[in-house]
């Protein structure tokens, strides 16, 4: 869990404005995972990146989210125009990719949007 | 994603074990059994996971049943630090994790 490097741990953004969420995963993982919960809920599967390519990204919202892992550098998580729905916790997770093995998490990216 | 069911919510006493049962009847032969949990405020943490046999580690046992429709997450001495979600997951090659609801736990001292 320790791992999986996420930042910032708490964010608050005014509506209209543009949060960036930042994943850094584990050494030796090349597949990261975006997921939400919003409060009181139970997490739900945004986007599955592999290095510079989006595997699976049928839970993410059709408009202001985008995702991307880039060759160099950490995953980032995009929201564009927050609104006050777009408050929750964001964690991001990865993997080596291959059957039968472990998915583990970050710490998450608390975001407020006031 | 392939389903499972968990009750909602279970109750233990500090210092003995807990069984945590979790439902998946239409499993399917490649998928893996997984186990999370998550505490207030933080991220889900890996606890273990198996596909045929029972597995023990340092954090738990899995029990899995023979037909593999059903399997059991062992923790076998409750402490204040296990009150947590429990989430029972079917996994599917190297996809991503499908979340249910889980099993809220709680532990009494």
């Known amino acids: 869990n320790a791992g999986v490097m996420q930042n910032p741990r708490h964010l608050v953004r005014r509506r209209g404005q543009e949060a960036r969420l930042r994943c850094s995963p584990m050494k030796g993982h090349s597949h990261v995972y975006w997921y939400r919960q919003l409060p009181e809920e139970g997490l739900k599967f945004m986007v599955y990146?592999?290095?510079?390519?989006?595997?699976?990204e049928s839970g993410m919202p059709k408009e202001r989210f985008s995702a991307e892992f880039p060759k160099e550098g950490p995953s980032i998580l995009r929201i564009q125009q927050v609104v006050r729905g777009d408050s929750a916790a964001y964690f991001c997770a990865s993997s080596q990719g291959f059957a039968g093995n472990t998915i583990y998490f970050g710490e998450g990216s608390w975001l407020t949007v006031v | 994603d392939a389903k499972t069911t968990q009750p909602n919510s279970m109750e233990s006493n500090e210092e003995e074990p807990v069984h945590l049962p979790c439902n998946h009847s239409t499993i399917s032969g490649t998928d893996y059994i997984h186990w999370y949990r998550q505490l207030p405020s933080q991220g889900p943490e890996y606890v273990i996971h198996g596909l045929t046999s029972n597995v023990n580690n340092r954090m738990a046992s899995l029990a899995i049943a023979e037909d593999r429709k059903s399997s059991t997450l062992i923790l076998h001495r409750a402490t204040l630090r296990d009150a947590a979600v429990y989430y029972c997951i079917l996994k599917q090659g190297a996809n991503n994790l499908f979340f249910g609801t889980g099993t809220r736990l709680t532990v009494i001292p």
């Open positions: 990146l592999q290095k510079e390519n989006i595997i699976d």
